[in-house]
């Protein structure tokens, strides 16, 4: 593998490999594994939607998008328009959805120009889609959204047929298809899902009255993927299952998904300390013994919060040790007592799988009071992404 990073002007080449600090590790394999496994699992007629949103929750939208692709998914759902534009550049031709709210015309015009499909939620969006499609010469297709429980973007549910009729009449304008969002689908119990899928059925049974051809049918995230094939219909959109991470604890057997994300760092540095000594600011840890304190060059600025201070362990050379004191921007420092071995320039890591052992997104999630798709969107970009060894 390389160790520059090309296509930089003179004297700007980056280093990546041995002496980089700390990197990302993508593996485009496990994410293709991921896209397969959920193919097989949807049901007859189902196609598998990508979310590669936030630059492919923190995993680089183009490297998913190809490795998704590769494992049978047949379109792509992104939140923003330079998202959307971003893969399209890119060359990928798959279908794009775009799932955020667009108001201008020029964006509905972009969205023209490069075949992206906006999200309509009211009928004022579906008439500048008119307008721009005619001009264009040809219709701009859409999705329409339905409200049937999220209370964000779409159309109140029981608007939705005569939303529908309205847009269906509009030229310029094609309705390819029609979807909602679920808000609960991650709790066993289920009740507001089942609630928002039965709203969503009557909104799709009006429309077989009125003669109104819904076009794609889709509602499920990951977590309605995973959990019920009655919420498959024509297409799942699935975002945190395609990285290999389960929604919930209930649905981690699910499915065989891979982990497609590491966090590594390497050892910058390290220390002989007496008893007594605090470590870092505010000395919110001092060591009881004698103790070696190995540094990593990673802080909160790379995406490790602060929250994780003194909660957070590494695995090095096939141990698990104990990070210590607060976590400051561009380091941390961990305890390497229990483990002589560790040298200067050895790889540590943070997040994802060593040597048989696992640390994942769940796991600082629970620490830090939040989910793991915040943990895996929070890795800044000063981190290199490269691909891991396993993943070409």
Same mark, same amino acid.
């Given at each position: 593998?390389?160790? =520059?990073?090309?296509?930089?002007?003179?004297?700007?080449?980056?280093?990546?490999?041995?002496?980089?600090?700390?990197?990302?590790?993508?593996?485009?394999?496990?994410?293709?594994?991921?896209?397969?496994?959920?193919? *097989?699992?949807?049901?007859?007629?189902?196609?598998? $939607?990508?979310?590669?949103?936030?630059? /492919?929750?923190?995993?680089?939208?183009?490297?998913?998008?190809?490795?998704?692709?590769?494992?049978?998914?047949?379109?792509?759902?992104?939140?923003?328009?330079?998202?959307?534009?971003?893969?399209?550049?890119?060359?990928?031709?798959?279908?794009?959805?775009?799932? /955020?709210?667009?108001?201008?015309?020029?964006?509905?015009?972009?969205?023209?120009?490069?075949?992206?499909?906006?999200?309509?939620?009211?009928?004022?969006?579906?008439?500048?889609?008119?307008?721009?499609?005619?001009?264009? /010469? @040809?219709?701009?297709?859409?999705?329409?959204?339905?409200? +049937?429980?999220?209370?964000?973007?779409?159309?109140?549910?029981?608007?939705?047929?005569?939303?529908?009729?309205?847009?269906?009449?509009?030229?310029? =304008?094609?309705?390819? /298809?029609?979807?909602?969002?679920?808000?609960?689908?991650?709790?066993?119990? &289920?009740?507001?899902? *089942?609630?928002?899928?039965? *709203?969503?059925?009557?909104?799709?049974?009006?429309?077989?009255?009125? %003669?109104?051809?819904?076009?794609?049918?889709?509602?499920? !995230?990951?977590? &309605? +993927?995973?959990? !019920?094939?009655?919420?498959?219909?024509?297409?799942? *959109?699935?975002?945190?299952?395609?990285?290999?991470?389960?929604?919930?604890?209930?649905?981690?057997?699910?499915?065989?998904?891979?982990?497609?994300?590491?966090?590594?760092? @390497?050892?910058?540095?390290?220390?002989?300390?007496?008893? #007594?000594?605090?470590?870092?600011?505010?000395?919110?840890?001092? +060591?009881?013994?004698?103790?070696?304190?190995?540094?990593?060059?990673?802080?909160?600025?790379?995406?490790?919060?602060?929250?994780?201070?003194?909660?957070?362990?590494?695995?090095?050379?096939?141990?698990?040790?104990?990070?210590?004191?607060?976590?400051? $921007?561009?380091?941390?420092?961990?305890?390497?007592?229990?483990?002589?071995?560790?040298?200067?320039?050895?790889?540590?890591?943070?997040?994802?799988?060593?040597?048989? %052992?696992?640390?994942?997104?769940?796991?600082? &999630?629970?620490?830090?009071? +939040?989910?793991?798709?915040?943990?895996?969107?929070?890795?800044?970009?000063?981190?290199?992404?490269?691909?891991?060894?396993? #993943?070409?």
């Amino acid at each position: 593998m390389s160790y =520059l990073m090309h296509g930089r002007a003179p004297g700007e080449e980056l280093l990546v490999g041995p002496q980089q600090r700390a990197w990302v590790e993508i593996n485009r394999g496990a994410i293709s594994h991921n896209a397969a496994c959920l193919k *097989r699992s949807l049901g007859p007629g189902c196609g598998l $939607m990508a979310v590669v949103k936030a630059d /492919g929750y923190g995993h680089g939208a183009v490297t998913v998008a190809e490795a998704a692709l590769a494992g049978g998914a047949c379109s792509f759902g992104v939140a923003t328009l330079a998202e959307a534009i971003e893969l399209r550049q890119a060359g990928i031709t798959a279908p794009i959805l775009v799932l /955020g709210n667009l108001q201008q015309p020029e964006e509905f015009r972009c969205c023209l120009h490069w075949r992206l499909m906006p999200t309509l939620s009211g009928l004022d969006q579906g008439l500048i889609c008119s307008q721009v499609g005619a001009a264009g /010469g @040809r219709p701009l297709e859409a999705h329409l959204k339905l409200d +049937t429980g999220m209370a964000r973007l779409g159309v109140a549910w029981e608007q939705g047929p005569q939303l529908l009729e309205s847009l269906s009449a509009l030229e310029g =304008l094609k309705v390819q /298809g029609v979807y909602s969002h679920l808000a609960d689908a991650d709790q066993a119990e &289920g009740a507001l899902t *089942r609630q928002q899928q039965q *709203r969503f059925e009557g909104v799709l049974q009006r429309l077989q009255d009125l %003669d109104l051809q819904p076009g794609l049918r889709h509602l499920a !995230n990951s977590a &309605g +993927t995973l959990s !019920n094939r009655s919420l498959h219909y024509d297409l799942v *959109r699935v975002g945190l299952a395609l990285y290999g991470h389960a929604p919930a604890p209930h649905l981690a057997q699910s499915l065989p998904l891979q982990p497609a994300m590491a966090v590594r760092a @390497r050892v910058t540095l390290l220390r002989d300390v007496p008893a #007594g000594v605090g470590v870092s600011y505010g000395h919110r840890h001092v +060591t009881n013994q004698p103790s070696r304190l190995a540094v990593l060059g990673i802080g909160y600025a790379d995406g490790v919060s602060r929250l994780l201070s003194g909660r957070l362990q590494v695995l090095a050379l096939g141990q698990r040790l104990p990070q210590v004191g607060s976590i400051t $921007m561009d380091q941390l420092v961990v305890d390497a007592t229990a483990l002589p071995e560790l040298e200067v320039g050895s790889v540590v890591t943070l997040l994802g799988e060593s040597e048989g %052992d696992q640390i994942g997104p769940e796991t600082w &999630g629970e620490i830090c009071g +939040t989910i793991p798709w915040e943990v895996l969107c929070g890795f800044k970009h000063r981190l290199p992404r490269l691909p891991s060894r396993g #993943g070409h």
